[in-house]
């Protein structure tokens, strides 16, 4: 399957209107003056920020600092390879795709191709970087890259000891329909999914 892929100047000419809608804007932004660290855990850190407002106002908001992590979107036969598992956070199972979080200073697709074979013993001949999933842009910096996985072989999985999953293969359009239903609610395989459908 190939993917047409923009080559930057295409890129470029079409996100023109969005790169200067994303520009900071003075009647917008708030600078932050000072930050306070409330909590450090393995995964993240939580801090405190005071800001200025455009309006000059003081403001508190509390922000979640993540190393981000990586996800991989595997398609083969019209089935996508999803993860099962339970998430303690929702009280519920989850279907993802395969992903794990960045050590820090880690390059995504290494990330990326360690999760993918750890997780489903799945290898890719080559990862295409196809998407950034912000989980929650009002407190964290959360960042997930997704790649595209083009042609995969299988070898033994290894999940870490702690990790409790399964892997399934699901059809495509299943898939999506589950997205569209709120059934698979995950912002990562949200975002592959809808990749995937394109294709």
Not at 96 to 112: F, M, N, Q, S, Y
Request: hydrophobic share 45%.
């Amino acid at each position: 399957m190939g993917l047409d892929l923009l080559p930057p100047e295409d890129d470029d000419a079409r996100l023109s209107r969005i790169r200067a809608l994303l520009a900071d804007d003075p009647a917008l932004v708030e600078r932050v003056d000072a930050r306070e660290s409330m909590w450090r855990c393995g995964i993240f850190e939580a801090e405190r920020w005071q800001v200025t407002q455009p309006d000059g106002q003081v403001g508190e908001r509390d922000v979640v600092l993540h190393d981000g992590g990586a996800g991989v979107c595997v398609v083969r036969d019209g089935r996508m390879c999803l993860v099962r598992q339970y998430r303690v956070a929702l009280g519920r199972m989850t279907l993802e795709i395969p992903a794990g979080k960045l050590d820090p200073g880690e390059d995504p697709a290494t990330c990326a191709a360690r999760e993918l074979t750890e997780e489903t013993g799945l290898v890719a001949k080559r990862l295409i970087p196809i998407a950034v999933s912000c989980s929650a842009p009002g407190f964290t910096n959360e960042r997930t890259r997704v790649f595209y996985a083009d042609g995969v072989l299988q070898h033994p999985a290894h999940p870490d000891s702690d990790e409790f999953i399964s892997v399934t293969w699901v059809p495509l359009d299943e898939v999506v329909a589950a997205v569209r239903a709120d059934v698979i609610e995950d912002a990562k395989t949200v975002v592959a999914a809808l990749f995937a459908a394109s294709l």
